[in-house]
């Protein structure tokens, strides 16, 4: 148990769904990260959020909608995704400025496009 | 743009032998590393944090090690356990909100 819980941890959506995947944070953290992890391919990280606000969007698509209501919370809202967006995402947390900088991750969320 | 490689990809090892995974990076201005266990199908498991500053962290049979000039880092496992089988990721912080990670070095330690 890392302290970084995620939920659900496995979806399967149609391209025309609408969902929602949940990061919560027990650490008492004030930077959260959204990352992708495809099959063969290195860990993509996709959103950061530091001190409640978004920092980095690394070229994500529009299809993925990042929200970060405190910094407890981290959602990442999908609409209208393709097949090729299933992946492993993984949120993360970490201790920014005075901290040890080190990344916590949760269990992930599987997600299957169909 | 920071790269960051691991070799080997894969590695087989019978229990109870001493083994080095090995991690190199293009740029060798980052905040620091870190190593990761990922186990099938589950999140990361942080195992050691390098900060810039430091040449070697440990944690029990553990031992972390690092060289920015050369851009490399080295996890070294010793007396390994079938428990031990994982994928072990190695990721570096070139900066503020930014996380560069390798493809992993899949471990299989054999009884």
């Known amino acids: 148990e890392t302290g970084v819980t995620q939920t659900p941890r496995h979806l399967v959506m149609g391209m025309t769904n609408k969902k929602s995947l949940k990061c919560e944070q027990h650490l008492g953290h004030n930077a959260m990260y959204w990352y992708k992890q495809s099959a063969k391919k290195p860990l993509e990280l996709m959103f950061v959020y530091n001190f409640k606000e978004q920092t980095e969007n690394n070229s994500v698509p529009s299809r993925f909608s990042p929200e970060c209501p405190n910094s407890s919370h981290l959602f990442l809202h999908l609409h209208t995704l393709q097949p090729e967006d299933s992946a492993l995402y993984l949120c993360?947390?970490?201790?920014?400025?005075?901290?040890?900088?080190?990344?916590?991750f949760g269990p992930g969320t599987r997600l299957t496009v169909t | 743009k920071q790269e960051v490689t691991q070799i080997p990809a894969a590695l087989s090892v019978p229990e109870g032998e001493n083994l080095v995974l090995n991690c190199s990076f293009t740029?060798?201005?980052?905040?620091?590393l870190q190593w990761f266990r990922q186990d099938p199908g589950k999140g990361l498991t942080s195992l050691l944090l390098i900060q810039s500053s430091q040449r070697e962290q440990t944690s029990g049979r553990l031992n972390a090690s690092l060289d920015k000039s050369s851009g490399r880092s080295t996890l070294y496992i010793a007396a390994s356990q079938p428990g031990d089988s994982a994928t072990y990721l190695c990721?570096?912080?070139?900066?503020?909100?930014?996380?560069?990670f390798g493809a992993g070095t899949r471990l299989t330690v054999k009884p």
């Open positions: 990721a570096v912080r070139p900066g503020n909100n930014d996380m560069r």
């Open positions: 993360a947390s970490s201790q920014e400025r005075g901290g040890s900088y080190e990344q916590y």
């Open positions: 740029d060798s201005a980052i905040y620091n």
